[in-house]
């Protein structure tokens, strides 16, 4: 690497060099051949739920790319984004925008890859809501011209269970989960984002199509392959094991988009969002192929032909494409309906957490009593008292108390990061020393709660820029003006 002077340009090197061996996501999901930008996808309707502004890199989508958005007076609006005048990126609809690129961008060639969107040729309705009662009523309005935009897809980028986190609750209560109602009945696909940190608990229903990920270097190679860390997998609210499939978790490339400069020709988008968009771009992509096909075939076809990460104990599979089709006419002629029935040994651990919810909810189980809880078996308990019952430390005692527990939980059931999403609630300045010490494990978690910490109490401290690499190497690189801040203070 050349000699650099300061640590931010230092990752922008990093990045760089990825930039130059990333394969294209295509490859990496197992297509055959690059996505025609005329053909794949065409006449398949996808709503999303993530925000959108007029812009360079979307005016190709003209008459195919709309925004609905819902007043509060209920009144629906529907904006031809790519017809208005392009406005600047801002950092709001960063999220969205890379969201749709990986689905929509036009082709661009780099180092004999071409690069280019999933299905540029789809049509894209943009729901720009993030309340349930405005979702359903957005979803309502959009799907009474259903048949005007032959939608069949709703990706949905709510990942569960941030409202209430650590609850466990039958998943037709979640508020979100009723919002998409209007979409289900309609006969849509809904792909969802899983989640980006092992502390979730209560997880997405068996109705939606529920997408992890897993850290593929960038690379289709399978050796190269393995689970990433702040993926969760486990149980939802009715005892089903999610989620149902994998895609590639980091360093999805999509035209540059990021408020800030550089001279990188490539954003990498990643987190179960970037993973949702990538599995939701596959099925449009057979849909339109395969117009016969229905949503329990198409689930069936993708959940059951696809590859186990090597050397993981991971019951879902990576997507593969091509291995898909291949099973396209077994799939079709499948008589089984696609389920997923609830693991015997699940339900117990379901139903004592659910409890333990309503018990807290109702305001009939101590403090001195949710302690005592911490001694069940399970980490679906545990963590629904940790984050749902506990919650914050009510004192200093408490404090040192859940930096003891934080110590001593295990890493890979996400119990520890439970423990240190609730002490960054009202962290102290004078925790410093021991926030910075973190640094040390080179964890992609614990260092983005580092981050918030320092955002939380020190304005002077270098920003930690985040990017979904576990790579020690990487997170190392990304905290060391950080740490010369930290020795300099």
Same mark, same amino acid.
């Given at each position: 690497?050349?000699? &650099? =002077?300061?640590?931010?340009?230092?990752v922008e090197v990093w990045l760089k060099d990825m930039e130059r061996r990333v394969e294209p996501t295509w490859k990496r999901l197992g297509l055959p051949e690059a996505p025609d930008v005329m053909e794949s996808g065409r006449e398949i309707g996808i709503i %999303?739920?993530? !925000?959108?502004?007029?812009?360079?890199?979307?005016?190709?989508?003209?008459?195919? *790319?709309?925004?609905?958005?819902v007043a509060e007076d209920g009144s629906v609006s529907c904006l031809d984004v790519a017809s208005e005048e392009p406005q600047p990126m801002n950092g709001a609809v960063e999220h969205g925008m890379m969201t749709l690129q990986l689905l929509s961008h036009l082709?661009? /060639?780099?180092?004999?890859?071409?690069?280019?969107?999933?299905?540029?040729?789809?049509?894209?309705?943009?729901?720009?809501? #993030?309340?349930?009662?405005?979702?359903?009523?957005?979803?309502?309005?959009?799907?009474?011209?259903?048949?005007?935009? !032959?939608?069949?897809? *709703?990706?949905?980028?709510?990942?569960?269970?941030?409202?209430?986190?650590?609850?466990?609750?039958?998943?037709?209560?979640?508020?979100?989960?009723?919002?998409?109602?209007?979409? *289900?009945?309609?006969?849509?696909? %809904?792909?969802?984002?899983?989640?980006?940190?092992?502390?979730?608990?209560?997880?997405?229903?068996?109705?939606?199509?529920?997408?992890?990920?897993?850290?593929?270097?960038?690379?289709?190679?399978?050796?190269?392959?393995?689970?990433?860390?702040?993926?969760?997998?486990?149980?939802?609210?009715?005892?089903?094991?999610?989620?149902?499939?994998?895609?590639?978790?980091?360093?999805?490339?999509?035209?540059?988009?990021?408020?800030?400069?550089?001279?990188? $020709?490539?954003?990498?988008?990643?987190?179960?969002?970037?993973?949702?968009?990538?599995?939701?771009? $596959?099925?449009?992509? &057979?849909?339109?192929?395969?117009?016969?096909?229905?949503?329990?075939?198409?689930?069936?076809?993708?959940?059951?032909?696809?590859?186990?990460?090597?050397?993981?104990? %991971?019951?879902?599979?990576?997507?593969?494409?091509?291995?898909?089709?291949?099973?396209?006419?077994?799939?079709?002629?499948?008589?089984?309906?696609?389920?997923?029935?609830?693991?015997?040994?699940?339900?117990?651990?379901?139903?004592?957490?659910? =409890?333990?919810?309503?018990?807290?909810?109702?305001?009939?189980?101590?403090? /001195?009593?949710?302690?005592?809880?911490?001694?069940? /078996?399970?980490?679906? $308990?545990?963590?629904?008292?940790?984050?749902?019952? &506990?919650?914050?430390?009510?004192?200093?005692?408490?404090?040192?108390?859940?930096?003891? #527990?934080?110590?001593?939980?295990?890493?890979?059931?996400?119990?520890? %990061?439970?423990? *240190?999403?609730?002490?960054?609630?009202?962290?102290?300045?004078?925790?410093?020393?021991?926030?910075?010490?973190? &640094? !040390?494990?080179?964890?992609?978690?614990? =260092?983005?709660?580092?981050?918030?910490?320092?955002?939380?109490?020190?304005?002077?401290?270098?920003?930690?820029?985040?990017?979904?690499?576990?790579?020690?190497?990487?997170?190392?690189?990304?905290?060391?003006?950080?740490?010369?801040? #930290?020795? /300099?203070?």
């Open positions: 690497m050349e000699k &650099l =002077t300061d640590n931010q340009s230092k %999303i739920l993530d !925000n959108i502004i007029p812009h360079k890199l979307v005016q190709h989508l003209e008459g195919r *790319l709309k925004q609905v958005k082709p661009i /060639e780099m180092n004999g890859h071409s690069h280019v969107g999933l299905i540029p040729a789809a049509t894209f309705i943009m729901l720009s809501e #993030y309340e349930p009662k405005k979702i359903e009523e957005g979803l309502t309005w959009i799907l009474e011209r259903q048949e005007e935009w !032959n939608v069949q897809i *709703l990706l949905n980028l709510m990942v569960p269970n941030t409202r209430e986190m650590g609850a466990m609750k039958l998943t037709a209560e979640d508020p979100l989960v009723q919002a998409m109602q209007p979409a *289900l009945q309609a006969g849509l696909l %809904i792909v969802a984002a899983n989640g980006n940190t092992l502390a979730h608990n209560n997880l997405h229903p068996s109705d939606f199509l529920v997408v992890g990920g897993y850290d593929d270097c960038g690379a289709s190679d399978p050796q190269l392959h393995r689970r990433h860390s702040a993926v969760p997998w486990g149980m939802n609210g009715d005892g089903n094991v999610r989620p149902d499939v994998l895609a590639p978790f980091s360093y999805l490339p999509v035209p540059y988009c990021e408020v800030k400069s550089s001279q990188r $020709v490539f954003s990498f988008f990643g987190g179960s969002c970037g993973a949702a968009a990538l599995v939701t771009g $596959v099925c449009a992509k &057979l849909l339109a192929r395969y117009p016969e096909l229905d949503v329990q075939s198409l689930k069936r076809m993708l959940v059951q032909n696809g590859d186990l990460l090597l050397n993981e104990a %991971i019951p879902a599979m990576k997507i593969n494409f091509s291995k898909a089709v291949e099973k396209m006419g077994i799939v079709l002629r499948g008589q089984d309906p696609y389920s997923i029935a609830p693991e015997k040994e699940s339900v117990a651990v379901v139903m004592r957490a659910r =409890t333990l919810t309503e018990l807290i909810e109702e305001k009939k189980i101590t403090r /001195e009593e949710l302690w005592q809880q911490l001694n069940d /078996e399970s980490p679906v $308990v545990r963590k629904t008292v940790i984050s749902y019952g &506990l919650k914050a430390p009510m004192n200093e005692l408490e404090r040192k108390k859940y930096w003891d #527990y934080f110590r001593t939980s295990q890493r890979e059931d996400g119990e520890r %990061i439970a423990w *240190l999403y609730q002490l960054l609630i009202n962290a102290p300045s004078g925790e410093l020393d021991q926030w910075m010490e973190l &640094l !040390n494990e080179q964890e992609l978690e614990i =260092t983005l709660c580092v981050k918030i910490y320092l955002g939380m109490n020190f304005s002077d401290a270098p920003e930690i820029p985040y990017h979904p690499d576990p790579d020690p190497e990487f997170i190392a690189l990304t905290t060391n003006s950080v740490l010369d801040w #930290y020795k /300099e203070k």
